[in-house]
């Protein structure tokens, strides 16, 4: 069904106002849908509905037993779509699902479901240029009747796809701004480095009283100490120092980012930056920062104008406003490989035939 569907969609180019997209769910024609059960994974299939029926006792209602990824695909000038490290993507899953008690998803059945799932909503990637791209959502919910605290015994792995544009309000490489929290994101020894759910729920009050201070996200410390920087509701962090190096935080509680991996290793091998991945204090080290910049799929690299916190703003780079070059060369550097305009020289690129 898959190869007649996907020629199909191709010649139907949706006619959306991709410039004014912002990071919200629109509907697309197809996803991909696959259970579990009796230790086994069906082959799954691409279906049209997207609304899921489960059961009133499913875990993934109560207990949080679910994860999810997020990655994205980009169209190219001369016409090829591209995955971003999906590889990672799926290991990260296989990770949580292991947190969780979850099975892994057979690293196989993973990318073809994004393939497919790419391939199917052709007619939904946004064009070269656009300045959008295709937003796909893997996840994994533990379904079937249960009740006490136990693993669900059935699962269902199911990927769709949205056309997005910037996560945060402006587009291109908008500066945003955070505010710390007075909340804890997640424990040392919990879940904060896995993409679950449950650690997002726990997040919305940060991130609504953030935006309250005029902030665009909230911005986590250590949840031991409340003295290192851990990451935003959304993005890990990273950080140019002024004394020329590159520096993220060491965390156990963090979720390790995909873009932030990429965007050190671009640092260190194409722009000669010496990277870091360590302890943050905020007090003592916040006058050392140079440009500090929020990364991830959805939030790519948003340059961190100003933190909120101990009652005030305080500026990180110029007038807490403007770009700096550090974060400008990042951002070129990844959304050049990203969108294969730069040579792939990491080897990071998937490309999806259609
Ligand atoms: N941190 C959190 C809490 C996230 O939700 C995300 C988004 O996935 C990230 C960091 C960035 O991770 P990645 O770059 O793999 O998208
Ligand atoms: C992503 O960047 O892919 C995420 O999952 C972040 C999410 C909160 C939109």
Redesign the pocket.
């Known amino acids: 069904m898959g190869r007649e569907l996907n020629l199909d969609a191709k010649v139907i180019k949706k006619d959306l106002n991709w410039a004014e997209l912002g990071f919200q769910y629109h509907r697309t024609d197809f996803r991909f849908s696959a259970s579990y059960e009796n230790g086994q994974w069906s082959d799954g299939e691409l279906i049209s509905e997207e609304s899921i029926a489960i059961h009133e006792g499913a875990p993934s209602l109560h207990y949080a037993q679910q994860c999810f990824?997020?990655?994205k695909a980009q169209a190219a000038e001369d016409g090829r779509i591209l995955l971003f490290r999906p590889d990672?993507?799926s290991e990260?899953m296989n990770h949580a699902a292991g947190r969780l008690l979850m099975p892994d998803v057979p690293g196989k059945l993973f990318l073809r479901a994004v393939e497919e799932t790419v391939r199917a909503n052709y007619a939904w990637i946004p064009p070269y240029g656009s300045g959008a791209s295709l937003y796909i959502r893997p996840m994994l919910i533990g379904v079937g009747e249960n009740l006490g605290l136990k693993p669900a015994q059935q699962f269902e792995f199911r990927v769709f796809v949205s056309p997005v544009g910037p996560y945060y309000k402006a587009a291109g490489l908008a500066v945003i701004s955070l505010a710390v929290s007075a909340m804890d994101?997640a424990a040392p020894n919990g879940t904060g480095s896995f993409?679950v759910g449950a650690?997002?729920a726990g997040?919305l009050l940060a991130t609504r009283e953030a935006q309250q201070l005029g902030a665009s996200e909230a911005l986590y410390l250590d949840s031991a100490e409340g003295r290192y920087i851990d990451?935003?509701?959304?993005?890990?962090i990273v950080i140019a120092m002024k004394d020329g190096k590159l520096i993220t935080p060491a965390s156990r509680a963090?979720?390790?980012?995909?873009?932030?991996?990429?965007l050190m290793q671009i640092a260190e091998h194409t722009l000669g930056m010496q990277t870091e991945e360590r302890p943050i204090e905020l007090h003592r080290e916040f006058a050392d920062f140079e440009e500090m910049g929020a990364?991830?799929?959805?939030?790519v690299l948003s340059p961190v104008g100003k933190i909120w916190f101990d009652d005030a703003w305080h500026t990180i780079y110029q007038d807490g406003q403007s770009v700096g070059p550090i974060m400008q060369q990042l951002y070129d550097s990844l959304m050049g490989i990203q969108k294969g305009e730069l040579s792939d020289q990491f080897g990071w690129l998937h490309e999806v035939t259609v």
């Open positions: 990824e997020g990655l990672l993507n990260r994101r993409k650690n997002y997040g990451e935003a509701g959304s993005a890990n963090i979720l390790p980012s995909i873009t932030r991996r990429s990364c991830g799929t959805a939030a």
